[in-house]
Antibody
Framework: QVQLQESGPGLVKPSQTLSLTCTVS??????????WSWIRQHPGKGLEWIGYIYYSGSTYYNPSLKSLVTISVDTSKNQFSLKLSSVTAADTAVYYC????????????WGQGTLVTVSS | QSALTQPASVSGSPGQSITISCTGTSSDVGGYNYVSWYQQHPGKAPKLMIYDVSNRPSGVSNRFSGSKSGNTASLTISGLQAEDEADYYC??????????FGGGTKLTVL
């Protein structure tokens, strides 16, 4: 059973960089066949896809966030990470990591989510 | 890209059937059979209920079904149960090689 777990600071100051890590267990990122994504949900709102990374390191980002987002992978630790720079209060959200198949493209496994608040 | 359009809320009584619509464009819903549906209970992560328009993952009740016509996809839940009360989100892969979600629909079981 694949499990994903987000970790990182729950509070970030405005203009700083939000950094989160997703640890994958029960399956190897290096095995291929899956995209590893970050998705966020603003309080009381819908879901927003941020971007994904493939085990090879290739990435694709939401065009609306592209200039501020970096996703990286550490296959030795079976982890992938998100960095979102120059955050504002509008970046306050629950951040999820999730897996999607390269075949079906649906998000079949999700982390439990972590709330990140941007505030001074 | 714009979010997919879903009704804000739907309701039904136990045992009844309800349908939630998800409208996009020819660049997402209408252009690909990559529509998926997610159920989210309060404080929980979304759970995949339907993928590739009409396929159910293992373990998901056959009371959940999906379909698509043109630029609109639909999720139907038959035999409503109290445990079905949740938020539901649709998602589609897009021609821009990314994903777009719907705004979500709150299902109330009366």
């Amino acid at each position: 059973q694949v499990q994903l777990q987000e970790s990182g600071p729950g509070l970030v100051k405005p203009s700083q960089t939000l950094s989160l890590t997703c640890t994958v267990s029960g399956g190897s990122i290096s095995s291929g066949g899956y995209y590893w994504s970050w998705i966020r949900q603003h309080p009381g709102k819908g879901l927003e896809w941020i971007g994904y990374i493939y085990y090879s390191g290739s990435t694709y980002y939401n065009p609306s966030l592209k200039s501020l987002v970096t996703i990286s992978v550490d296959t030795s630790k079976n982890q992938f990470s998100l960095k979102l720079s120059s955050v504002t209060a509008a970046d306050t959200a629950v951040y999820y990591c999730a897996r999607s198949s390269t075949v079906t493209t649906s998000f079949d496994y999700w982390g439990q989510g972590t709330l990140v608040t941007v505030s001074s | 890209q714009s979010a997919l359009t879903q009704p804000a809320s739907v309701s039904g009584s136990p045992g009844q059937s309800i349908t939630i619509s998800c409208t996009g464009t020819s660049s997402d819903v209408g252009g690909y059979n990559y529509v998926s549906w997610y159920q989210q209970h309060p404080g929980k992560a979304p759970k995949l209920m339907i993928y590739d328009v009409s396929n159910r993952p293992s373990g998901v009740s056959n009371r959940f079904s999906g379909s698509k016509s043109g630029n609109t996809a639909s999720l139907t839940i038959s035999g409503l149960q109290a445990e079905d009360e949740a938020d539901y989100y649709c998602s589609s892969y897009t021609s821009s090689s990314n994903w777009v979600f719907g705004g979500g629909t709150k299902l109330t079981v009366l």
